[in-house]
């Protein structure tokens, strides 16, 4: 049995987490039901209300907040964190001095040099700042890096900073207090794009990779968020050595997407990951269009090594059936097919509810989103992998093919402009469209290159799944 959230943690709500009825709650990701016995619906009041003060609260905070319905919040310090600050860093020692300026001196400071052209600017640099150096001779790359790092360090927690991140006061500190909960091996911020005020870098402040989102959520494969990247991130030494694999915590055959790798080894061996998005680290953003999209196919090699490393969670796309049938159906001009399969969804749906003795209010709204997010998932995924058949069929056909041609448009600027409405960023909706769909074409690139190197399919092969909705059994019996 996985051990209570301690005494002294609080919950807050997920914004989509509801209470269909007295001890039902619906939320989480993947989406599920949970049904609470009088222990737990008690347990659910007294955590409404205060921290977490018995076994009972404990243990439902555990549950909710594994589950996504919940997330916790911890409680203050009593004393200053024992945490040692890594970056690793490659030349650019002007960035690696913002850096260190805004980490400032409250905690200890390796910087590795990973073998940069010019180690007497990063040599002077770290000592400015008070910073201890390790020199690597030949470049490894960041997992390289901060394996080295890994031998020099004795405090209980890391925090890796890349060098081109600006901390904001007390990041690694504030984060620090998700460690009073023995299962936590890391907690990520937020980061935030530090771009210049163009076409390009207002697209960064609007679609940064690296930008999680203002919600908290549990890191786990499988969930809304699936990985966090080590640009920043707040670490248990105790829980890297415990997964590290023939002295290595990091897979130094992986240039991009050791951060991904990481965190599934783990996820697998029990232990938590937390995004808390309340502590803020800016990052340094690429200034053009060309090294935008650069960086973006780079980013885009990482998924067939990551696939050969676990094949099952690199889908690019999770159907269920009767969405996926209706949107076809929409896109190929059939409406009376697209009706029935909306109307088999709704009714499978009800279906499992009542199993369930879950009330079915408002089955027929959720089956439209899902839809609806079905038709986005299908436009992104069309734009990334297949863009050059999609504007092949655009422009093939003659006259006679307008209906075609209106699908394929929608499912090319759907996504996009879906984006632009929801995020309002200071950019109009052409620009920020030429950029996304730029953005998303260069990823699946760098998808291509690499499946083409590791001789695999997996990143760019959806799969079907089973239920939309899982009907969990009684908590806190």
Partial sequence: M?????????????????ELAPGLLFGGSPARVLRLTATGQAAWRALAGGPV????????????????????????????????????????AGLLARCLAAVGGNHPVL??????????????????????????????????????AMAQVRTALIAFLDSDCVPTPGWAATLATHFADPLVAAVAPRVRPLAPDTWAGRYS??????????QPARVAPGTRMSYVPTAALVVRRRALEEVARDG????????????????????????????????????????????????????GTSAAPLARRRPAAMAPLALHAWPALTVAALLARRPVLAAAAFTA????????????????????????????????????YGTQFAAPVLAAALVAGGRRRWGRRAAIVSLLLGPPLTGWRTRRPHLGPVRFTAGAIAD??????????GCL?????????????????????KENR
């Fill in 2 to 18: 996985t051990a209570p959230l301690p005494h002294g943690f609080r919950i807050s709500l997920d914004p989509g987490t509801r």
């Fill in 53 to 92: 003060g018995s076994a009972a609260t404990g243990t439902l905070a555990r549950r909710l907040t594994d589950a996504g319905l919940a997330h916790p919040v911890p409680p203050a310090a009593a004393t200053t964190p024992d945490v040692t600050v890594v970056i690793p860093v490659h030349g650019r």
């Fill in 111 to 148: 910087v590795v040099d990973d073998a940069s052209p010019d180690p007497v600017a990063i040599a002077a640099v770290a000592a400015a700042h008070g910073a201890k150096l390790l020199r690597r001779d030949t470049n490894g790359g960041p997992a390289a890096a901060r394996n080295s």
């Fill in 205 to 214: 402040r609007a679609a940064s990779a690296l930008d999680l989102g203002g």
């Fill in 248 to 299: 290595a915590v990091f897979d130094q055959a992986m240039r991009v997407g050791e951060d991904v790798e990481l965190g599934w080894r783990l996820h697998d061996a029990g232990w938590r990951i937390r995004y808390d998005p309340a502590v803020h680290v800016e990052h340094h953003e690429p200034e053009t269009w060309s090294r935008i999209l650069a960086r973006r196919a780079r980013y």
């Fill in 345 to 380: 969804s709704v009714l499978g749906m009800r279906r499992t509810l009542r199993a369930g003795d879950i009330p079915a209010d408002g089955v027929v709204r959720a089956m439209g989103v899902a839809t609806h997010q079905t038709w986005l998932g299908l436009g992104r």
């Fill in 440 to 449: 998303d074409i260069a990823y699946g690139a760098g998808v291509w290159a």
């Fill in 453 to 473: 190197t590791e001789r695999t399919t997996t990143p760019v092969r959806p799969v079907f799944t089973g239920r939309p909705l899982r009907v969990d059994r």
